[in-house]
């Protein structure tokens, strides 16, 4: 209790009546109300005791948490909209029914959880030490605790035992150690509460340090490691045999061909007939790029016989006859795929010996 | 314009019930675009087979003679009453392209979307996907394979549409009238489904939809306001 | 007095022909508050069973907590298979686990109802039932909430619902209604379970008193030095006073915003207006049946005859006569609106739960929720009689599960296009859950009947304090101090 006393004495009374007249006797001994509390085992009308009515400041808290979970809902509904809007059935960003929703449920929350706090901090909880107490006060007997100077001990012992007490109890509270503890009670006390609430408000701190780009947490991401694959990229396998029927060795880019290429004289051969009737008009008689129709055409056709063609691998080599490339046509309605891989053997056969003569 | 990626479209589709034969090419045609698991017998069995677009099979006549097909896919409705139901914004309505997004990384799976979907065209993954070698290189690598846990509908091939866009961006010109085509439009052999912008007067779902008498959407007296819209058939209605 | 006793009930004297001794006896027999005992006789009446571990509650933990356990492990199976083990399939996506989920967060309202309306109404009989009442409504809020995260797909990512900052910068959809539903459940846990907590202090500080061993440290942490002056009751009663408006106001709330789960939809069946105050009735009555079922059960497990008596089991039975004339008039109006206005689609839900697959469930549900209490309870007899009452109250639990499974699976069954017409078997994922969550319940009743005092003992002793027996003429009669 407040106010400087040196001793707590308790007594401890059969009834009601007693206790109230014990109350008023240390009144009447001019001891101040600030020091007198009264102990019972079940709520009593305040009037009972010849003590002012205590003052409690619950209702500025209540509505004080009202108004702080009032505001919180007001920003979760606007806010949040607002931060990041996103249209949702077409539904208006900031909804009016379901804001009433969220805002009456968070309200009501802080509220009465702010009532918790102020209740247990109002009723000087948690105080473990340096307390007077009996365990019959928890049974039927009713208590009177008053915080006595050495000046006042002696008549104040003597007003309650005429008041009928069953027994007393003494603390003495002098002293630096008493009252040193009787402070650590308090701060403790304080200190849990006001914790939970600095440490409820130091988490939100800390997460929108995260989330605003304060500090940043790097987790691993798969994204940066995993492959990329795009359309028909290796690595990949290939089809099983006899899956999809195909003319020739399949066809992957960069890749070699499945099938070994039929290099012999014979292929060249053939590829050498074929290369006059399909070739010869743009890529000219030995496959240069300087045919007679190679004028017409921007870019011009490829020098069969120079690096970059031999750079290539068949496969490709076969699939540009195939497919055409650039202002280069399709050659696949004219040309057989065997009839492709002999020309391929023909052009290959340009880079080898650029000498011959088809 | 310049950047065919901030255009305004209202994509639509038309389905002539008239040509639908009920043949389901475009039930597979989909499963192949959109890596949509194929699930198992029991799992069928025990109503949990999973196609974004499904044909709807009513009998006519007591007794039944004859059969009625309603391809059934995500009307991506304009007020659609899967997104506000979402807790987390998995649903939302994207306002430039009018469609209904499902974000599969960010939905956990509460389920509530289907509850309100008047169609339920929404799956929910009930397990993991399997894909059954070789199907596993048929997969697109454009579109993302879903985990269980995971609630997935008909997205009209969003890859297809922002393709479309970047190749339209990178040539510097607009989007043409029928480019965009999605799996089950590009499959369907009768061509009873067509895809394009309905306010592009050149699109041939614009074309389709001019005063056209046919027209109607399913399920419109919810206010949902679907991109989807049938063409009655013939002689014969389709009661709803 | 025994010459009267064999007479019948009808002719035995009145109150006003017995002498004044005879009465005073009466009335102590019947009314707990004028049967004033020394303190130290009703502590020891509480504090013994809560010390005294009786042959049964080793074998009851052991069976209530393999339940529980089997309950864990079955949801570590579902999170660790996916949602496929349970019976959802395309067309009912919401099942047994909403079902419980609602059903016993329903539970949960009407222990709030007890302890906070009746003593802003000032009706005695709810002095000794408090404790239970508040701890049914804890345990039941906490096993229910769990059930929306079992049902999640991806559970591990339930914090996503949280309104968090965050580096996506996201923020929960305050549209959906499971928001609501997510804030409304948390903040009613929260507020019940400093509300319980608040009216433990005193308690506590009893049992700290007159206990020894590990429940007085136990006790003595929860009492937190808590000793009986003036100023804190002064201060217990006002905080009390205040958090019985609030919880009062979020009570209602709470159930009528998880029926928004259901009425914000647009499905057939759901989208009704009446399902705010209907949920509501509906979680009274289950509550009340089950505070009557526990009341039952530790007043005749522990003995306790002298504090919940005849006048307690029958101001329930009142009450849950009461609840049970609510139900049925908003299970009327939910019922008659669809029937009369024979919209194609509500015809057919009416027509699937009444005579379609979920006739059984919706005949039980008539027959113990309204038939039953509707015979039974106006009967003094009936309401004073333990076994009657309990029975009548499990009837009734089954009842509410029962109603509750209609509406998320017979009802979420029946959607626009008969295309989507569909079925729904539980599967044993979801009975395990079941089960499992209302032997979480029981468990924690058990486990925590031996650690605080379970009769809120201040509360009667004020309660005699404040009622005395008072001469008018040749009767006497309980007057309450005000």
């Not at chain 1, 006059?276 to 045919?291: D, F, I, Q, S, V």
């Not at chain 3, 469930?361 to 009452?389: D, H």
Request: proline residues 7%; hydrophobic residues 45%; aromatic residues 12%.
């Amino acid at each position: 209790m407040r106010g400087f006393h040196d001793y707590l004495v308790l007594g401890v009374f059969a009834d009601l009546g007693r206790a109230a007249d014990a109350v008023a006797a240390l009144r009447q001994l001019g001891i101040p109300e600030e020091r007198i509390r009264a102990l019972s085992p079940f709520p009593v009308p305040t009037r009972a005791y010849p003590l002012p009515r205590p003052r409690d400041r619950l209702a500025l808290v209540t509505a004080v948490g009202a108004a702080i979970g009032f505001l919180l809902g007001i920003f979760l509904m606007v806010g949040t909209a607002n931060l990041y809007p996103l249209d949702v059935g077409g539904q208006p960003l900031v909804p009016g029914p379901p804001s009433i929703v969220i805002l009456y449920e968070y309200t009501l929350l802080v509220m009465l959880t702010a009532v918790f706090f102020a209740f247990a901090l109002g009723i000087r909880t948690p105080a473990y030490w340096g307390q007077v107490y009996d365990r019959r006060l928890s049974e039927d007997a009713f208590g009177v605790l008053v915080g006595l100077t050495s000046r006042e001990l002696e008549p104040a012992e003597r007003a309650l035992r005429a008041s009928g007490a069953l027994s007393l109890r003494r603390l003495d509270e002098a002293g630096l150690r008493p009252q040193l503890r009787r402070w650590l009670g308090r701060q403790i006390s304080y200190g849990l509460w006001v914790s939970a609430v600095v440490g409820g408000v130091l988490a939100i701190a800390i997460l929108c340090v995260f989330a605003y780009g304060g500090l940043q947490w790097i987790y691993p991401d798969q994204m940066v490691t995993q492959q990329s694959v795009g359309y028909q990229e290796g690595p990949r396998l290939a089809a099983p045999t006899a899956a999809v029927p195909i003319q020739g060795p399949v066809l992957i880019s960069g890749q070699p061909a499945t099938e070994p290429l039929p290099g012999t004289a014979a292929s060249r051969e053939r590829g050498a007939n074929l290369f006059r009737n399909h070739c010869y008009l743009c890529h000219g008689n030995e496959g240069h790029g300087n045919g007679p129709l190679a004028g017409y055409y921007s870019p011009p056709p490829a020098d069969l016989a120079g690096p970059v063609v031999a750079g290539l691998p068949p496969s490709e080599v076969f699939r540009v006859i195939r497919l055409g490339r650039g202002v280069m046509p399709s050659l696949a309605e004219s040309l057989t795929a065997g009839e492709t891989w002999d020309l391929v053997t023909l052009v290959k056969s340009l880079t080898q010996s650029p000498a011959r003569t088809p | 314009m310049a950047d065919a990626t901030q255009a305004e479209h209202k994509w639509t589709m038309v389905v002539d019930l008239d040509k639908c034969t009920g043949c389901q090419a475009c039930v597979v045609a989909c499963h192949a675009e959109n890596n949509v698991p194929i699930r198992n017998k029991s799992e069928v069995q025990a109503n949990r087979a999973q196609h974004w677009i499904r044909i709807e099979r009513y009998w006519v006549g007591d007794p039944p003679a004859r059969a009625r097909f309603l391809p059934m896919l995500c009307q991506h409705c304009n007020r659609a009453p899967c997104e506000p139901v979402c807790p987390v914004y998995a649903s939302v309505h994207s306002q430039r392209e009018h469609l209904n997004l499902q974000v599969y990384n960010r939905c956990v799976g509460t389920r509530y979307c289907n509850n309100n979907c008047p169609y339920v065209v929404r799956y929910f993954n009930f397990y993991d996907p399997y894909f059954p070698a070789p199907l596993t290189e048929q997969l697109n690598p454009d579109v993302t394979v879903r985990t269980a846990g995971i609630m997935e509908k008909c997205t009209f091939c969003i890859q297809r549409i922002n393709r479309a866009e970047q190749q339209a961006r990178s040539e510097g010109r607009d989007l043409g009238p029928d480019e965009v085509i999605p799996a089950c439009v590009q499959t369907c052999p009768p061509s009873a489904l067509l895809f394009g912008d309905l306010w592009n007067p050149e699109s041939r779902v614009a074309k389709a939809l001019a005063d056209n008498p046919r027209a109607l959407r399913v399920l419109e007296h919810l206010g949902t306001e679907p991109a989807i819209y049938y063409l009655k058939g013939g002689k014969s209605y389709v009661r709803f | 007095m025994s010459d009267s006793d064999i007479r019948a009930p009808q002719q035995r004297p009145s109150l006003g022909e017995m002498g004044l001794d005879q009465q005073a006896q009466l009335e102590r027999e019947r009314h707990l508050l004028v049967d004033a005992r020394p303190g130290r006789e009703l502590n020891a009446m509480v504090l013994e069973p809560m010390m005294r571990i009786g042959r049964a509650f080793w074998p009851a933990v052991g069976v209530l907590g393999f339940l529980v356990l089997t309950w864990w492990v079955t949801w570590g199976f579902q999170m660790w298979w996916n949602v496929g083990i349970t019976g959802l399939n395309r067309v009912v996506m919401w099942s047994l686990y909403i079902a419980n989920y609602v059903y016993l967060i329903g539970i949960a309202e009407a222990g709030t109802f007890i302890a906070a309306a009746l003593r802003l109404l000032d009706i005695d009989w709810r002095r000794p039932i408090s404790r239970i009442a508040e701890l049914l409504t804890v345990f039941c809020i906490f096993a229910s909430a769990l059930f929306p995260l079992a049902h999640l797909g991806r559970t591990w990512k339930f914090y996503w619902l949280l309104p968090y900052p965050n580096e996506r910068q996201l923020w929960p959809n305050f549209h959906s209604a499971l928001i609501w539903d997510l804030t409304a459940t948390l903040s009613y846990l929260a507020t019940s379970t400093l509300f319980f907590y608040i009216d433990l202090i005193p308690d506590a500080a009893l049992a700290r008193d007159h206990v020894h061993g590990w429940r007085r440290t136990l006790n003595s942490w929860l009492a937190l030095g808590w000793r009986g002056t003036e100023r804190q009751w002064r201060l217990l009663k006002v905080a009390q006073l205040i958090f019985s408006i609030g919880i009062l106001l979020i009570m209602p709330s709470v159930h009528t915003v998880v029926s928004y789960d259901f009425a914000m939809t647009i499905q057939p069946g759901w989208h009704s207006t009446v399902f705010g105050p209907y949920f509501v009735a509906g979680a009274i009555y289950s509550g009340v049946a089950a505070i009557i079922i526990a009341a039952i059960l530790f007043q005749r497990l522990n003995h306790w005859s002298y504090f919940i008596r005849d006048e307690h089991l029958n101001g329930l039975g009142i009450f849950l006569l009461l609840t049970s004339l609510v139900w049925d008039y908003f299970f009327f109006q939910d019922f008659i609106v669809p029937w009369y206005g024979q919209v194609p689609t509500e015809k057919q839900v009416l027509l699937t739960m009444m005579a379609g697959h979920g006739q059984l469930a919706f005949w039980l549900m008539i027959t113990a929720n309204a038939i039953i209490p509707f015979f039974t309870l106006w009967w003094r007899r009936v309401r004073t009689s333990w076994p009657a009452m309990l029975a009548i109250s499990i009837l009734i639990q089954l009842g509410l599960l029962l109603e509750r499974y209609i509406i998320v699976t017979i009802d979420l069954g029946v959607r626009e296009l008969p295309f989507n017409w569909g079925l729904y078997q539980p599967r044993a994922a979801e009975l395990i859950m079941s089960t499992g969550a209302v032997a979480f319940i029981v468990l924690g009743f058990v486990v925590f009947s031996k650690l605080i005092p379970f009769v809120v003992l201040y509360e009667v002793k004020e309660g005699q304090f404040l009622v005395q027996l008072k001469r008018i003429g040749k009767g006497l009669i309980r007057s309450k101090m005000e």
